[in-house]
C-alpha cells in the first residue's frame, strides 16, 4: 500500500523550495534574453530549476538584438533573481558559471553560424553532452524567421537531444497555426516541440487528472447522467496594462478562450487516457475537441468594459487606454455556451467565460450535479427546495477545492441548510512552485504531458473559426459592462451562474455567489432553505 503523509507539517517540505529532482545536463537557450517575460518568469524560475536540482546541471545562454557582453547580460539576470530573497553571493557565483551571453545581431545567416559556435564552445567549456532547449521568448510576427534560422544553420539537431520551445499565441487563426506547424515541422519532430501554455503548469490544473483519475468516486459521477453542468470562470481584474495595441487586435476570445479555457474545458470533460503518459493524454484532448458542437451566435455573449470603479478607486473604459482606437470594437468579455456530442457528455453545457476588468481576479471551475429526480423533503411544510451539490474548483488565487452539500440543521422546524467540505493547498504543501518552474522542468526531462499537440492547436481554432469571423464582421454584438463588475448580462446564455454575480461579496468567502438560497458571504454561515 502506498505511504500516506497525513502530516500537514511535514507535508509542506514538498513545497517549491524542495524540488530535489534530476536533470540531464543540457544548455537552455532562451531567444529574447533581454524581454520582459525573460526577466520576469523565466530566468527565475530557471535558476529555481537548475540550482535545486539534486542531479544534473545546466547553463544558460541569452540571445536578443541586445548588443550585450556576457557581464552586462549576467548583471541584468542578477537583477531578475534580487526580488527571490536570495543569497547574493551564490547568485552571483550561479551568473559567473553558468550564465552567457550572445547577441543575435540582423539574425542573418552568418550570425546563426556564429550563435552555433558559441553553443559549441560552451558545451566544450562546461562539458556538456549536447541537450539543447531553444526557447523562443519571442513576438510571434518573428517565430517564423526564428524557426527557420535555426534549421537552417543545423541548430535543430546536435551530438544530444534538440527541444523548441514556442509561447503562445501559436498562430492569429485556423490558416496561421497551420501555416506555423508545417514550419516548425520542416526543421523538428513533433517529439522535439514543446508548444507552451503556462496554465497547464499550475499544480491544480494538473491535479485535475489526479483528482478525475485517482478517486473512483467521482470519476462515476463525471458523466451526463449525474452532472447539469460545468462553468469555467476565468477573470481577471486587470485591464489591458499597457498592452492596448496587442490586444485590440486579439480580444478575449484569441487571448483566452481558444488556448487557456479551452485546454481546461478538455481536462474536465476527456475520457480517461490508457496510461498517464503524454501521447495518451493529449490523444484523448483531441477527442473532446473533435466532438464539440459548432457554436451558435444565440451561444456567444461578448462585452467590452467601460468606465467604472473598484474600492473606491477610478477605472478607465477599454477604449481609454492607451493603444486603443477610440472606436474600438474588440472584446475584452466573452462567455460561450459550448456542447460536447459524445456518450459522457450529450446535453451537459460547459460555459466558458472570462473578461478583463472583473470584479476579482480568480480562475475556478464549477461542477453543477443533478438534483434527486424526487425530492422527498418538499412535502414538509417548513423546506422549500433542496438545492444540487456542487463541486468549486479554485485554480488560482487560494488553490483548493470545496465541495457543497445539503445537512439537516439540528434544531426545529425541520431546516436543510448548504454546507461545504473544503481543501486549500497551501494548508497541506505550504507555497505551490511557479507554473513555468513546472514546465521548465518538464522540458528538460521531456515530459509533453503539459505541453499542446499540433493537433490540439489546429482543432482548437477550427472550432472558434465561426466565432472570429462572426465577430470579424461586427455580426456578434458587443456589449458594455462597467469595469470592476462581472461584466454584461448573459441571461441569454444561461439563467444564473453557479459562482460570480453582481451583488455578492465573493472575496469574503470562497463559496459560489449563488449556493442553495445563498450562503451568508459576509460570515460564512450557512443559510436555510426554509421560510423561517
Not at 558545451?123 to 510576427?141: I, S, T
Not at 496587442?246 to 478538455?266: C, E, F, K, P, S
Not at 459548432?294 to 467601460?306: K, M, S
Request: charged share 25%.
Amino acid at each position: 500500500m502506498p505511504e500516506r503523509d497525513t502530516n500537514a507539517a511535514g507535508a509542506r517540505e514538498a513545497g517549491p523550495a524542495a524540488l530535489q529532482v534530476e536533470i540531464p545536463d543540457h544548455l537552455f537557450v532562451i531567444f529574447g534574453a533581454t524581454g520582459d517575460l525573460a526577466h520576469r518568469k523565466l530566468l527565475p524560475a530557471l535558476h529555481h530549476v537548475l540550482t535545486n536540482a539534486a542531479t544534473g546541471r545546466g547553463c544558460v545562454l541569452g540571445v536578443s538584438r541586445s548588443e550585450l557582453d556576457d557581464a552586462a547580460f549576467r548583471d541584468q539576470v542578477h537583477g531578475a533573481l534580487e526580488a527571490r530573497d536570495l543569497d547574493p553571493e551564490a547568485m552571483s557565483a550561479w551568473c559567473e558559471e553558468c550564465v552567457h551571453y550572445e547577441p543575435v545581431g540582423n539574425g542573418d545567416e552568418t550570425d546563426y553560424e556564429r550563435i552555433r559556435a558559441r553553443i559549441q564552445r560552451i558545451e566544450a567549456d562546461q562539458d556538456l553532452p549536447g541537450n539543447r532547449v531553444f526557447y523562443l521568448a519571442l513576438p510571434p510576427q518573428v517565430f517564423e524567421p526564428t524557426i527557420r534560422a535555426l534549421g537552417a544553420s543545423g541548430l535543430n539537431d546536435g551530438p544530444g537531444w534538440t527541444r523548441i520551445v514556442v509561447e503562445k499565441p501559436f498562430g492569429h487563426d485556423l490558416a496561421s497555426a497551420r501555416e506555423l506547424n508545417a514550419i516548425v515541422h520542416e526543421y523538428y519532430e513533433e517529439s522535439q516541440i514543446y508548444r507552451i501554455d503556462h496554465y497547464l503548469g499550475k499544480q491544480t490544473v494538473q491535479n485535475l487528472l489526479v483528482f478525475r483519475f485517482a478517486n473512483a468516486m467521482f470519476e462515476s459521477l463525471w458523466n451526463r447522467d449525474r452532472i447539469e453542468r460545468v462553468e469555467i470562470t476565468v477573470a481577471e481584474a486587470l485591464g489591458v496594462e499597457g498592452r492596448g495595441g496587442y490586444y485590440d487586435g486579439a480580444g478575449a476570445v484569441r487571448d483566452m478562450i481558444q488556448n487557456h479555457l479551452t485546454q481546461l474545458m478538455t481536462l474536465v470533460a476527456m475520457e480517461v487516457p490508457t496510461t498517464f503518459h503524454a501521447d495518451a493524454i493529449r490523444r484523448e484532448k483531441i477527442k473532446v475537441l473533435e466532438s464539440v458542437s459548432p457554436i451558435a451566435p444565440e451561444n456567444v455573449v461578448l462585452g467590452q468594459y467601460v468606465a467604472g470603479e473598484a474600492d473606491g478607486e477610478a477605472l478607465p473604459g477599454y477604449r481609454e487606454e492607451e493603444g486603443v482606437p477610440p472606436d474600438s470594437r474588440t472584446e475584452t468579455f466573452a462567455a460561450l455556451k459550448v456542447e460536447i456530442a459524445n456518450w459522457r457528455w450529450q446535453g451537459v453545457p460547459f460555459f466558458l467565460r472570462t473578461g478583463k476588468r472583473m470584479a476579482v481576479r480568480s480562475t475556478r471551475i464549477a461542477v453543477r450535479f443533478r438534483c434527486a429526480p424526487v425530492s422527498i423533503f418538499e412535502d414538509e411544510a417548513q423546506v422549500r427546495s433542496v438545492e444540487p451539490n456542487v463541486l468549486l474548483i479554485t485554480l488560482q488565487p487560494d488553490e483548493g477545492f470545496d465541495l457543497f452539500f445539503e445537512v439537516k440543521a439540528p434544531s426545529e422546524p425541520f431546516r436543510v441548510v448548504t454546507r461545504r467540505l473544503d481543501f486549500r493547498y497551501d494548508e497541506a504543501f505550504g507555497a505551490l512552485p511557479d507554473a513555468y518552474e513546472t514546465l521548465l522542468l518538464d522540458i528538460v526531462q521531456g515530459d509533453q504531458t503539459l505541453f499542446v499537440h499540433a493537433q490540439e492547436v489546429e482543432a482548437s481554432w477550427q472550432l472558434y473559426a465561426p466565432v472570429l469571423e462572426r465577430i470579424h464582421f461586427g455580426e456578434e454584438p458587443v456589449q458594455r459592462y462597467p469595469a470592476g463588475s462581472w461584466g454584461p448580462p448573459c441571461d441569454s446564455l444561461i439563467e444564473r451562474w453557479t459562482w460570480g454575480e453582481e451583488g455578492v461579496d465573493v472575496m469574503d468567502e470562497d463559496v459560489p455567489a449563488n449556493p442553495p438560497q445563498g450562503r451568508n458571504s459576509a460570515s460564512g454561515e450557512a443559510r436555510s432553505t426554509s421560510d423561517a
